[in-house]
């Protein structure tokens, strides 16, 4: 993210957008009769894209699926996992960069909270160095500032990675499914061209009729600038100016023109929605117009926030006639010993970032004042608000948006409690809608200097989780994908897809991008970017199966467009981008799905979750009388150790290995009275499996005589 500006713009009224909606293609009533489940040319009904945040794919798999076995720390790879295009031989031992590639250790928390590193469009380009890949250190490497644990921040930590006992959950995830080892950003720069390049393919249909706060906007004649002259009069997206379209935004503003993937879906009738982290208001839309008396008219009166974000932003003023997005939580919230979790000493960070939030920079699909489902007096989404999640499309007047509906817009919250209510049989598959994109609050999106890959992982793992004890898995894929690389060092270089000729490129020389005519004639939309993560999940997907397909973030809109045959968004990269069908065993696609088995984990330590029960018997029993304690351990492939204990005299009763999903204890240890008896798994291998322990059994012992 790029330094924000201490300013603040109203959205505007309905009457003032009417010059920017030429090319909206949803109308009034759009959202009557959407549906989920329609005819797809895969099995799969229902996508979840889980959008996460400023890793590049050498960040997280460089080494997979080979992970340094330190003491507690062992991942071991499934026999015969494929081989990934990943760090080796010389770029681990005589990096051309200068600085060798060092693992991060999970046990040390300044390896876990780390500084971001420089990933500005331009900036990104010179690393490449026309793709001898060898200037990252030198032009993107942080050495500036410092990172959450107060450490002075070092250009040549760009270069350093993470492995299978960090990342567990991804790697675990990766060894049950498909991930692809040739996805790249679909053009250098941040997160807003990468967050819209997710949903439309284009980020040169800024509308600068609704361009606000920033002057260089206007211009943008100087490199990392937040918009870059496109050659035809107008201006590409290569910073992280934030959605004009929002309550929540504070400072340099741009709404966009062009279609979205959200107005495809619209135009078909299917249903869809964006779950963000905090895009519930901490102060609501209508809260606010009744306490300041303001009718909803563009004000350039200011209030003070009434939060200080701890250092990542200053403290930023709010329209007092709009909606205020003010909740965060620690940097760290969710670390574990032996690490310690945040509590507010690594700082905060705010849980809903605007400019993470693709649609909101676009009239036709935009939330401006972040209105909400209706809640019931415990704040909990009604039921009936439930079912109407993803087919509440705004309506119109006269051609004008009149934002008065979530309008697919929601916080992470709906979506666990419509999931939630599917697991329990409230509601019915159908209801998960046929399209979700979801977004972790700030602390959790994977984010350097505010995020990291534990506290990420507890969000991954506890979404997929939920899913999977759905009844809609059976027809649902999860794609994991990331907005752009943080900067973060990755050896693998695509050549150049789309070329650009402006003061903002620099990948083969000084406002160069290669030579050619871009995508639709627009200069500053340079790709492909950097390599990036992508884990495609599903009872459809290849078991263990790495895809070596050549695809990039705007291969999600062409799934999403090929599946429910919506046809492509103009001057997208949609008509260059690869296939994510690769990861996908269509094999049999009328038949059960051949990967059908979920594989639930812990969302702390990312190993596959187990469960312990326990029986014992004879109950009650008697002094003298062995008692039998079986513990049953699943899944039946588990290897490790059930430690029985008696809580009520805190005695070990003793230690059995587990075979065969069992583990057996003869004793007569148990002295006449009622104890209360549990068996623990330990598993030999922390990132195999994840401990558990059973409920407690109640014993009763008396004696014979």
Same mark, same amino acid.
């Given at each position: 993210m790029n330094s924000a500006l201490p300013r603040r713009r109203a959205v505007a009224g309905a009457a003032a957008v009417a010059t920017g909606l030429a090319m909206l293609v949803a109308g009034p009533g759009a959202g009557s009769g959407m549906a989920a489940v329609a005819n797809t040319t895969t099995p799969i009904k229902h996508l979840v894209v889980i959008f996460q945040e400023n890793v590049s794919f050498d960040h997280y798999f460089g080494t997979y699926p080979n992970a340094t076995n330190t003491s507690g720390q062992p991942f071991s790879a499934t026999r015969g996992t494929p081989a990934v295009n990943g760090l080796s031989g010389a770029l681990l031992t005589n990096n051309p960069n200068g600085v060798n590639p060092r693992r991060y250790d999970p046990t040390n928390i300044n390896d876990v909270l780390t500084c971001d590193q420089d990933h500005n469009y331009t900036d990104e380009q010179r690393a490449f160095d026309n793709g001898a890949m060898d200037k990252f250190v030198s032009t993107v490497g942080n050495g500036g500032g410092t990172s959450?644990?107060? =450490?002075?921040?070092?250009?040549?930590?760009?270069?350093?990675?993470?492995?299978?006992?960090?990342?567990?959950?991804?790697?675990?995830?990766?060894?049950?499914?498909?991930?692809?080892?040739?996805?790249?950003?679909?053009?250098?720069?941040?997160?807003?061209?990468?967050?819209?390049?997710?949903?439309?393919?284009?980020?040169?249909?800024?509308?600068?009729?609704?361009?606000?706060?920033?002057?260089?906007?206007?211009?943008?004649?100087?490199?990392?600038?937040?918009?870059?002259?496109?050659?035809?009069?107008?201006?590409?997206?290569? +910073?992280?100016?934030?959605?004009?379209?929002?309550?929540? +935004?504070?400072?340099?503003?741009?709404?966009?023109?062009?279609?979205?993937?959200?107005?495809?879906?619209?135009?078909?009738?299917?249903?869809?929605?964006?779950?963000?982290?905090?895009?519930?208001? +901490?102060?609501?839309?209508?809260?606010?117009?009744?306490?300041?008396?303001?009718?909803?008219?563009?004000?350039?009166?200011?209030?003070?926030?009434?939060?200080?974000?701890?250092?990542?932003?200053? $403290?930023?003023?709010?329209?007092?006639?709009?909606?205020?997005?003010?909740?965060?939580?620690?940097?760290?919230?969710?670390?574990?010993?032996? =690490?310690?979790?945040?509590?507010?000493?690594?700082?905060?960070?705010?849980?809903?970032?605007?400019?993470?939030?693709?649609?909101?920079?676009?009239?036709?699909?935009?939330?401006?004042?972040?209105?909400?489902?209706?809640?019931?007096?415990?704040?909990?989404?009604?039921?009936?608000?439930?079912?109407?999640?993803?087919?509440?499309?705004?309506?119109?007047s006269n051609g004008v948006p009149q934002f008065d509906t979530p309008?697919?817009?929601?916080?992470?919250?709906?979506?666990?409690?419509?999931?939630?209510?599917?697991?329990?049989?409230? =509601?019915?598959?159908?209801?998960?809608?046929?399209?979700?994109?979801?977004?972790?609050?700030?602390?959790?999106?994977?984010?350097?200097?505010?995020?990291?890959? =534990?506290?990420?992982?507890?969000?991954?793992?506890?979404?997929?989780?939920?899913?999977?004890?759905?009844?809609?898995? $059976?027809?649902?894929?999860?794609?994991?994908?990331?907005?752009? +690389?943080?900067?973060?060092?990755?050896?693998?270089?695509?050549?150049?897809?789309?070329?650009?000729?402006s003061v903002a490129d620099a990948l083969t020389g000084p406002g160069q991008c290669g030579t050619g005519t871009p995508l639709a004639g627009e200069q500053g939309r340079c790709g492909y970017g950097p390599r990036q993560p992508l884990v495609l999940i599903s009872p459809w997907a290849k078991a263990n199966a790495v895809d070596h397909t050549l695809n990039d973030q705007s291969s999600v809109t062409k799934f999403i467009e090929d599946n429910w045959s919506l046809g492509r968004i103009d001057g997208s990269f949609d008509a260059i981008a690869g296939p994510l069908t690769g990861m996908l065993n269509l094999t049999n696609p009328q038949g059960p799905p051949p990967n059908a088995r979920p594989l639930l984990l812990d969302p702390t330590t990312g190993a596959p979750a187990t469960t312990t029960t326990l029986e014992v018997a004879p109950n009650p029993g008697f002094q003298g009388i062995p008692e039998i304690l079986i513990a049953h351990v699943s899944p039946l492939t588990v290897a490790g150790t059930v430690q029985f204990t008696d809580s009520t005299t805190n005695t070990d009763l003793g230690s059995v290995p587990v075979i065969a999903g069992q583990a057996v204890l003869v004793t007569t240890a148990l002295t006449a009275g009622t104890h209360t008896v549990t068996a623990t798994f330990t598993p030999t291998s922390p990132a195999a499996f994840a401990p558990s322990t059973s409920s407690p059994v109640t014993v009763t012992v008396t004696r014979l005589f």
């Amino acid at each position: 993210m790029n330094s924000a500006l201490p300013r603040r713009r109203a959205v505007a009224g309905a009457a003032a957008v009417a010059t920017g909606l030429a090319m909206l293609v949803a109308g009034p009533g759009a959202g009557s009769g959407m549906a989920a489940v329609a005819n797809t040319t895969t099995p799969i009904k229902h996508l979840v894209v889980i959008f996460q945040e400023n890793v590049s794919f050498d960040h997280y798999f460089g080494t997979y699926p080979n992970a340094t076995n330190t003491s507690g720390q062992p991942f071991s790879a499934t026999r015969g996992t494929p081989a990934v295009n990943g760090l080796s031989g010389a770029l681990l031992t005589n990096n051309p960069n200068g600085v060798n590639p060092r693992r991060y250790d999970p046990t040390n928390i300044n390896d876990v909270l780390t500084c971001d590193q420089d990933h500005n469009y331009t900036d990104e380009q010179r690393a490449f160095d026309n793709g001898a890949m060898d200037k990252f250190v030198s032009t993107v490497g942080n050495g500036g500032g410092t990172s959450p644990t107060h =450490l002075p921040c070092v250009a040549g930590d760009v270069m350093n990675y993470y492995d299978g006992n960090t990342v567990t959950g991804l790697w675990n995830y990766a060894q049950h499914f498909a991930m692809s080892d040739n996805s790249f950003g679909t053009t250098f720069g941040p997160s807003s061209p990468g967050a819209i390049n997710l949903v439309s393919g284009n980020t040169g249909n800024v509308d600068m009729t609704h361009a606000v706060n920033n002057p260089s906007i206007a211009t943008a004649t100087t490199p990392n600038a937040d918009l870059t002259p496109d050659g035809k009069g107008g201006f590409s997206l290569t +910073s992280d100016a934030q959605p004009y379209w929002d309550d929540c +935004s504070t400072r340099d503003a741009v709404a966009m023109n062009g279609q979205n993937i959200g107005d495809k879906l619209n135009a078909a009738g299917l249903s869809w929605g964006f779950f963000e982290g905090g895009f519930r208001p +901490s102060t609501s839309y209508s809260d606010a117009l009744a306490t300041t008396g303001h009718t909803g008219q563009p004000t350039a009166t200011f209030i003070p926030d009434e939060f200080k974000n701890a250092g990542f932003q200053n $403290s930023v003023p709010h329209s007092s006639n709009q909606g205020i997005c003010d909740a965060v939580h620690p940097v760290g919230a969710g670390l574990t010993s032996p =690490l310690t979790p945040g509590t507010g000493q690594y700082g905060y960070k705010d849980d809903y970032i605007p400019h993470h939030q693709p649609f909101q920079y676009y009239a036709s699909t935009a939330n401006p004042h972040h209105l909400t489902l209706p809640t019931d007096s415990h704040g909990t989404v009604t039921p009936a608000a439930l079912a109407t999640v993803g087919t509440d499309t705004q309506s119109y007047s006269n051609g004008v948006p009149q934002f008065d509906t979530p309008n697919h817009q929601y916080d992470i919250s709906d979506f666990d409690q419509l999931v939630g209510a599917i697991g329990r049989g409230q =509601l019915p598959p159908s209801a998960l809608p046929a399209v979700s994109f979801l977004k972790a609050p700030g602390y959790q999106d994977g984010h350097a200097a505010y995020s990291d890959p =534990l506290d990420e992982q507890q969000f991954l793992v506890r979404e997929i989780n939920a899913l999977m004890q759905t009844p809609a898995w $059976s027809s649902t894929a999860v794609v994991v994908n990331y907005d752009d +690389s943080d900067g973060w060092y990755d050896h693998a270089y695509s050549g150049v897809h789309n070329p650009s000729q402006s003061v903002a490129d620099a990948l083969t020389g000084p406002g160069q991008c290669g030579t050619g005519t871009p995508l639709a004639g627009e200069q500053g939309r340079c790709g492909y970017g950097p390599r990036q993560p992508l884990v495609l999940i599903s009872p459809w997907a290849k078991a263990n199966a790495v895809d070596h397909t050549l695809n990039d973030q705007s291969s999600v809109t062409k799934f999403i467009e090929d599946n429910w045959s919506l046809g492509r968004i103009d001057g997208s990269f949609d008509a260059i981008a690869g296939p994510l069908t690769g990861m996908l065993n269509l094999t049999n696609p009328q038949g059960p799905p051949p990967n059908a088995r979920p594989l639930l984990l812990d969302p702390t330590t990312g190993a596959p979750a187990t469960t312990t029960t326990l029986e014992v018997a004879p109950n009650p029993g008697f002094q003298g009388i062995p008692e039998i304690l079986i513990a049953h351990v699943s899944p039946l492939t588990v290897a490790g150790t059930v430690q029985f204990t008696d809580s009520t005299t805190n005695t070990d009763l003793g230690s059995v290995p587990v075979i065969a999903g069992q583990a057996v204890l003869v004793t007569t240890a148990l002295t006449a009275g009622t104890h209360t008896v549990t068996a623990t798994f330990t598993p030999t291998s922390p990132a195999a499996f994840a401990p558990s322990t059973s409920s407690p059994v109640t014993v009763t012992v008396t004696r014979l005589f």
